[in-house]
């Protein structure tokens, strides 16, 4: 197997270090620790030789003038500067700038900046990068500083996507780093704002989001982190004319559900709604009601955990207003009572259901409410489904596309599987991924040889691709 990826940690380099990795054929760069560079020519010559090299990530605790020699005229597409970089100053700033221009094929710039590293925002300045990510710590806002910031921003003039983390105490309500953001021509824009003072979000501050937000005419794309008991913050997103809004938060708090849903109504443009948060409450489902969206995603706020649906009434009422659906997605933390009932009759055409909770399928329990459920989709096309362990499904005749990932399947499950589908009347597109079961007595893995003559039977049909995985 090819080497992909290399991650080395550095204090301080020694004679001969760089050396060790002349000419590797790696994609992926990964340099942490202190960083300090003594032997920048041998570092450049290293760097330089690394000729398949596309991404670049370092990670450096104090900063070093060296380091920024050694990046010029690299040929990576990516590249990602961390750490606190203490000792940071002008000189360095002219340096990184003057490397960083030289980076012809730079598309994605990934920066973290601290209070004493301010100066690294300037570097950007007027580079030809698409994708921009800013993680701004604990920096002490001002006019001129958020000036400083603006001029950079908006003279990225290719710049697409802005990723943008502010981490702050406080700022003075005329220095709101919010204003940073206006008139960028950006199509994609992720926001997320950790801030002591959050749920006290002033009036200037919503204002200056409000304004900010108002002004990117080019924007299609929003995601945004709200902390659901700041009004302010859920104005902002008022009549934008975005496509595709992503909502993360802990919770949806009942006090503003009025204002939530006058929020989200207002956004007439609105194609694609995606919600991430623990689980529902009632207010969710109020906001969402009779909204114009074909795409509607559920899942938990990490990537760990999905939603737990706990109010399926209300869920069952919001998701038949929603005339225009065609695609629902829920990752859920568990199946609860009612859950599979609130998907009846809906004129979706694609559905994916999925279990996260510990890496693990939806544990089906309530199999035969489900499966009546799925029949009763007259419009579905496509079906993707993720189940602990395999279950016997009533397959709509309108269907087009089945994906099931099981984590373990039975050999006799499998078989069933297979005179389902020969049952069809009409071609399934199939997709099937599972892994080996255990037997009751002895406990032990059933060998995947007893697996293998359905799988032919099953492959050999048209259209359908089925993939064991032994090890789950």
Same mark, same amino acid.
Not at 141 to 169: C, G, P
Not at 240 to 257: A, D, F, Q, V, Y
Not at 278 to 304: F, M, Q, R, T, V
């Given at each position: 197997?090819?080497?992909?990826?290399?991650? +080395?940690?550095?204090?301080?380099?020694?004679?001969?270090?760089? *050396?060790?990795?002349?000419?590797?054929?790696?994609?992926? %760069?990964?340099?942490?620790?202190?960083?300090?560079?003594?032997?920048?020519?041998?570092?450049?010559?290293?760097?330089?030789?690394?000729?398949?090299?596309?991404?670049?990530?370092?990670?450096?605790?104090?900063?070093?003038?060296?380091?920024?020699?050694?990046?010029?005229?690299?040929?990576?597409?990516?590249?990602?500067?961390?750490?606190?970089? $203490?000792?940071?100053? %002008?000189?360095?700033?002219?340096?990184?700038?003057?490397?960083?221009? !030289?980076?012809?094929?730079? *598309?994605? #710039?990934?920066?973290?900046?601290?209070? @004493?590293?301010?100066?690294?925002?300037?570097?950007? @300045?007027?580079?030809?990068?698409?994708?921009?990510?800013? !993680?701004? /710590?604990?920096?002490?806002?001002?006019?001129?500083?958020?000036?400083?910031?603006?001029?950079?921003? &908006?003279?990225?003039?290719?710049?697409?996507?802005?990723?943008?983390?502010?981490?702050?105490?406080?700022?003075?309500?005329? !220095?709101?780093?919010?204003?940073?953001?206006?008139?960028?021509?950006?199509?994609?824009?992720?926001?997320?704002?950790?801030?002591?003072?959050?749920?006290?979000?002033?009036? %200037?501050?919503?204002?200056?989001?409000?304004?900010?937000?108002?002004?990117?005419? $080019?924007?299609?794309?929003?995601?945004?982190?709200?902390?659901? @008991? &700041?009004?302010?913050?859920?104005?902002? +997103?008022?009549?934008?004319?975005?496509?595709?809004?992503?909502?993360?938060?802990?919770?949806?708090?009942?006090?503003?559900?009025?204002?939530?849903? =006058?929020?989200?109504?207002?956004?007439?443009?609105?194609?694609?709604?995606?919600?991430?948060?623990?689980?529902?409450?009632?207010? #969710?489902?109020?906001?969402?009601?009779?909204?114009?969206?074909?795409?509607?995603?559920?899942?938990?706020?990490?990537?760990?955990?999905?939603?737990?649906?706990?109010?399926?009434? &209300?869920?069952?009422?919001? %998701? !038949?207003?929603?005339? #225009? =659906?065609?695609?629902?997605?829920?990752?859920?933390?568990?199946?609860?009572?009612?859950?599979?009932?609130?998907?009846?009759?809906?004129?979706?055409?694609?559905?994916?259901?999925?279990?996260?909770?510990?890496?693990?399928?939806?544990?089906?329990? @309530?199999?035969?409410?489900?499966?009546?459920?799925?029949?009763?989709?007259? $419009?579905? *096309?496509?079906? +993707?489904?993720?189940?602990?362990? /395999?279950?016997?499904? $009533?397959?709509?005749?309108?269907?087009?596309?089945?994906?099931?990932?099981?984590?373990?399947?039975?050999?006799?499950?499998?078989? *069933?599987?297979? /005179?389902?589908?020969?049952?069809?009347?009409?071609?399934?597109?199939?997709?099937?991924?599972?892994?080996?079961?255990?037997?009751?007595?002895?406990?032990?893995? +059933?060998?995947?040889?007893?697996?293998?003559?359905?799988?032919?039977?099953?492959?050999?049909?048209?259209?359908?691709?089925?993939?064991?995985?032994?090890?789950?």
């Amino acid at each position: 197997m090819r080497l992909q990826k290399l991650d +080395i940690r550095v204090d301080s380099d020694i004679t001969g270090l760089w *050396e060790a990795f002349y000419g590797l054929n790696i994609k992926k %760069l990964g340099v942490f620790g202190k960083f300090i560079v003594k032997y920048t020519e041998s570092l450049s010559y290293f760097l330089s030789s690394l000729s398949r090299l596309e991404t670049l990530s370092i990670d450096a605790s104090e900063a070093c003038p060296g380091l920024c020699e050694a990046l010029k005229g690299l040929s990576v597409k990516s590249l990602t500067i961390e750490g606190e970089n $203490q000792g940071f100053e %002008l000189n360095h700033t002219e340096l990184l700038s003057q490397s960083l221009s !030289s980076l012809t094929l730079l *598309e994605t #710039l990934d920066m973290e900046v601290w209070e @004493h590293s301010t100066g690294l925002w300037e570097v950007v @300045h007027t580079l030809n990068i698409k994708t921009l990510s800013l !993680s701004l /710590y604990r920096i002490q806002w001002t006019d001129l500083r958020t000036e400083s910031l603006s001029k950079s921003l &908006s003279s990225l003039t290719r710049l697409e996507t802005l990723n943008m983390i502010v981490y702050a105490s406080v700022y003075a309500d005329n !220095s709101c780093p919010l204003k940073a953001l206006h008139g960028l021509n950006i199509k994609s824009l992720s926001l997320r704002l950790c801030l002591s003072e959050y749920r006290k979000c002033k009036d %200037l501050q919503a204002e200056s989001l409000y304004q900010s937000l108002a002004s990117l005419t $080019q924007l299609e794309t929003l995601s945004i982190e709200l902390d659901p @008991h &700041s009004r302010g913050l859920w104005r902002g +997103i008022h009549c934008l004319n975005i496509k595709r809004l992503s909502l993360k938060t802990m919770e949806w708090g009942g006090l503003h559900t009025e204002l939530i849903s =006058l929020s989200l109504s207002s956004l007439t443009q609105l194609d694609t709604l995606y919600i991430e948060m623990p689980c529902d409450y009632p207010g #969710l489902w109020e906001a969402l009601h009779g909204l114009n969206i074909k795409h509607l995603s559920l899942s938990g706020l990490l990537k760990s955990t999905g939603i737990d649906v706990k109010h399926t009434m &209300s869920m069952s009422k919001t %998701l !038949s207003s929603l005339k #225009l =659906l065609e695609t629902l997605s829920i990752d859920l933390e568990y199946e609860r009572p009612g859950l599979w009932l609130a998907l009846r009759g809906l004129n979706i055409k694609n559905l994916s259901l999925s279990g996260v909770r510990q890496s693990s399928g939806i544990d089906v329990k @309530h199999a035969e409410t489900l499966s009546q459920s799925l029949s009763s989709l007259k $419009q579905l *096309e496509t079906l +993707i489904v993720h189940v602990h362990t /395999y279950v016997a499904l $009533q397959i709509p005749q309108s269907l087009k596309y089945l994906n099931i990932f099981s984590d373990t399947m039975l050999p006799s499950k499998l078989r *069933e599987l297979v /005179y389902s589908l020969a049952t069809c009347t009409h071609t399934i597109d199939s997709k099937l991924e599972f892994g080996c079961a255990s037997s009751v007595d002895p406990p032990e893995l +059933i060998p995947i040889k007893e697996y293998i003559p359905i799988q032919q039977e099953l492959a050999a049909r048209k259209k359908c691709y089925i993939k064991t995985i032994p090890n789950i």
